[in-house]
């Protein structure tokens, strides 16, 4: 097997290390709380469990994001899981200067978040702690409700696009 290993004592470059966590996959969800009466959302490539006594789940969000400072003052958020076939609905709450609910169906939470119609799992948090950590805020957050809405294989982010999940095989 041959194996490459970069070693360095400086700090890693950015584009080298981004270039490989082209590698990893993960996990795409889409963030939304309410402000100021309205909705607000955006596209998280870093949702993943922390701990299930209490229910407690994370997500990274890029400090120059223009969208998060106007959630980051909600106390409560909704994490909507995208199906394998939805890349386009998250592409569509990344994009600036558009209105990423034109168009979008979805319900109030109970404390008036938005579950969106087209998610299969919606996690509904209480802020539970942030931190800046690099360039990131990691946000926690303790889940009060969960609803699997449908089962479908989800939305992964690999290598620069969306995997085609369709041709999974069970071991």
Excluded at 81 to 107: M, N, P, Q, Y
Aim: proline share 5%; glycine share 8%; with cysteine.
């Amino acid at each position: 097997m041959n194996q490459h290993v970069a070693r360095t004592d400086a700090t890693v470059d950015p584009t080298t290390f981004r270039r490989s966590m082209r590698h990893v996959p993960t996990p795409v969800a889409i963030v939304a709380t309410t402000a100021e009466g309205k909705p607000v959302g955006l596209t998280v490539g870093s949702f993943t469990s922390v701990s299930l006594e209490p229910a407690l789940v994370t997500f990274f969000v890029d400090k120059q994001s223009t969208t998060w400072p106007r959630m980051e003052h909600s106390d409560t958020f909704t994490i909507n899981i995208l199906g394998h076939d939805k890349g386009e609905r998250c592409r569509s709450f990344s994009g600036k200067g558009v209105d990423r609910f034109a168009g979008v169906e979805w319900t109030p939470s109970d404390k008036g978040d938005p579950v969106l119609a087209e998610a299969s799992v919606v996690f509904e948090c209480a802020k539970h702690s942030t931190r800046v950590l690099g360039d990131h805020v990691q946000v926690v957050g303790e889940v009060r409700k969960l609803h699997v809405l449908r089962e479908e294989l989800p939305l992964v982010y690999h290598g620069g696009t969306f995997l085609n999940l369709d041709h999974l095989i069970s071991v």
